[in-house]
């Protein structure tokens, strides 16, 4: 972040994410950044609602110019310097009280972003706001691909709890409503205690290819993962990042937290995995970070790094 843009923070209160331009009106842009402050589907630890904010005074200590992702290539890669064409697009006016009309929201904006050809980030929020993003994203693209980083499945019954969608019952809905294209759907991570047989039988059921954290590390995997990562990428596709698909030592201000997750090398390797496929991801987010759970906002920081990659 520039000295121009960290003064104009200090006299207006204003810290659009990693100094980047502020745009409330969707234009066309390389994409945007979209905050989702609200977390009325978290059913444990709330606090989801305050995470835009908390990423974005995080991002306030990333410099224009940060350290070389690789020293030898002499250069920076990541930055607001490596985000041409990205802006805030400020928070989308999620209200807490209806998750239904907040969901409504979050696919009118998302859908009027991408139709001037931006593709769009979410900073979150509870996980459920992405089938929002999906609605819009699909209706304009069709059935997309998906790299879910998660500790959960989050495809619950929802008749199961009384309602059809809250942060365990996004990705069924999504799947049931054709948003998805199943064979290109990837989650990893997955460690969760409470992953009952319905719930598997249905992802395995649809073709769903799951990873929990010790597949990703048995080097008998690897070509099976790279299989994975690139079917996903054989079309319009959405990077969704649930931040408790990292371990809680990195990341405890989640509303699930479940021990033994993926380390920050490996959730970026995932990252830059999608760097690789045929066109670049239409949309993207980071979920459920509650930054009151973690006083030393290290959680909020490691959030900021993985947006950084993103955009890179």
Known sequence: MSAETLMQGLRTGLTPFLG???CIDPRPATGVVLGVPCDAGVINRPGARLG????RAASMGVGSHPMPERLREGRPELGPSAAGGWLDGGNI?????????????????????????SRTLMLGGDHSLTLG????????????????????????????????????TWLRQALEEGLLDPERVMQAGLRA??????????????GVRMWTPADLRD??????????????GRGPAYLSLDLDALDPILVPAVAEPVPGGLSLAETLRLIHAARLWPEPWVGADLMELAPTLDGAEASARVAVHLALHLLA
């Open 93 to 117: 006016p999620t209200l807490p009280f209806s998750l239904s009309e907040a969901l409504e929201t979050v696919q009118a904006t998302v859908g009027a972003w991408a139709m001037t050809g």
């Open 219 to 232: 080097p008998l995997m690897s070509l099976r993962l790279k299989e994975d990562l690139a079917a996903v």
């Open 193 to 206: 205690p409470r992953f009952d047989d319905e719930e598997l039988a249905f992802l395995q059921g649809v």
């Open 133 to 168: 993003a999906l609605r819009a994203l699909a209706r304009q693209h069709g059935p997309l691909g998906l790299l879910h980083l998660d500790a959960h499945p989050d495809a619950a019954d929802g008749a199961a709890w009384g309602t059809d969608i809250h942060h365990g």
């Open 20 to 22: 980047l331009p502020l």
């Open 52 to 55: 835009p904010w908390a990423m």
